[in-house]
């Protein structure tokens, strides 16, 4: 017999999977693993891919997925490794971070509630109850448009974390509500659908409390304010959805009078349609850069380049060309900043990336339309 080349009766040495971890024969048609490993909580897999580089993670995703992990193809020496991260999960427990911000936000949006409806909350700390359903206004649009993105973050097996309220006291008493995403994104869809959730809870909830809040008496300034030469006025721009409301309804804005303003509750609304427009700005990790990389793919990014551009340009002409203050128009400037960065971060990438169905194209194109309405050149104007 002739002699036989040794290598043709090499075996390649047993590699037991880890017990958590998915079975070795849903990996190896994907990914040759000759050595595991168990680092803290993660699994680690060393191996060679069967497949391109960039196909592994789209291969294996779901895989890992249903064994309660998120994965990351990666390379350690020149070694080509799977980490799998166990996705988080609730342990049941009250979520006390969340439950504490809420609790300051409530408090914070008292506190500025109350200047709207005249209350001195230093003088009288004890009548800023009286602000409720600015608070309850104020909430229930953020809440809602954060609850869109959290339901279907879950429908979508997307870990999520419930919203975080940010106290802070400014005019509004917040500065608005964020959940985190704990996972990627698994393709276009749930990028999409994750994505344009939130504008339009959250949108309804905010023609639900313009229409109340226009619906019930406007607020009066004190004699002493009106007659104050050096009082402070704040003017409000109206987006276009607000007066189509007012108009719909036949409820007047009071524009005119000095003394006479809308009912606090309308002020939620108007929070509900600026929150709107800035979040379906089209870049990063706003709602619009999810909603802009779903459709448009990787052409999310050159678009978005341009935004912080547009942004400093708006702010240049009601400057320069409009004459409007600096205080008016400085949000515009420091938005333009905030784009920048987002957009060099960059958007959200889904691992299987492929296009849209019509359907969700024509409804991204119908919210984008609809923050269009929620726009306003001038969302702030201090008058001395």
Request: charged residues 15%; proline residues 9%.
């Amino acid at each position: 017999m002739d002699d036989a080349d040794p290598s043709e009766f090499r075996v390649s040495p047993r590699v037991d999977a880890p017990e958590d971890g998915p079975p070795l024969e849903r990996i190896e048609p994907v990914f040759t693993v000759y050595e595991t490993r168990t680092e803290d909580d993660r699994l680690v897999y060393y191996g060679d891919p069967l497949v391109p580089p960039e196909q592994v993670t789209p291969e294996l995703w779901s895989v890992f997925q249903e064994a309660g992990y998120e994965l990351q193809f990666t390379t350690r020496h020149g070694e080509f490794v799977l980490v799998a991260k166990p996705t988080s999960e609730s342990d049941g427990g009250l979520p006390w971070t969340n439950v504490i911000l809420l609790f300051l936000t409530v408090l914070s949006t008292l506190f500025a509630g109350s200047l709207w409806y005249h209350i001195d909350p230093f003088a009288n700390p004890t009548e800023m109850w009286r602000a409720w359903p600015f608070s309850v206004a104020i909430l229930g649009v953020l809440g809602v448009h954060e609850m869109g993105h959290y339901v279907t973050s879950r429908y979508h097996d997307v870990d999520a974390s419930l919203p975080y309220f940010i106290p802070v006291p400014t005019l509004i008493g917040t500065m608005g509500a964020v959940i985190k995403m704990n996972d990627r994104m698994p393709d276009r869809k749930a990028l999409f659908d994750i994505g344009v959730a939130g504008p339009l809870a959250g949108l309804v909830a905010t023609v639900v409390v313009t229409v109340v809040g226009l619906h019930l008496p406007p607020v009066t300034a004190p004699e002493s304010v009106v007659q104050d030469p050096n009082a402070i006025q704040i003017q409000l721009g109206y987006p276009p959805l607000l007066e189509m409301l007012a108009a719909a309804f036949d409820q007047p804005l009071y524009r005119d009078d000095p003394a006479t303003a809308v009912n606090p509750v309308v002020i939620g609304g108007w929070v509900g349609m600026f929150v709107t427009f800035l979040n379906l700005i089209p870049v990063g990790q706003l709602d619009g850069g999810h909603i802009l990389r779903a459709m448009a793919g990787s052409y999310q990014e050159t678009i978005a380049a341009l935004v912080p551009g547009v942004l400093f340009g708006l702010a240049a002409y009601l400057y320069y060309v409009s004459g409007h203050s600096i205080n008016s128009v400085l949000i515009w400037g420091v938005w333009g900043v905030f784009t920048a960065i987002l957009a060099t971060v960059g958007p959200a990438k889904p691992i299987h990336d492929e296009s849209l169905g019509v359907g969700r194209f024509l409804l991204g194109i119908l919210t984008f339309a609809l923050g269009v309405l929620c726009f306003m050149a001038v969302p702030i104007a201090i008058v001395e």
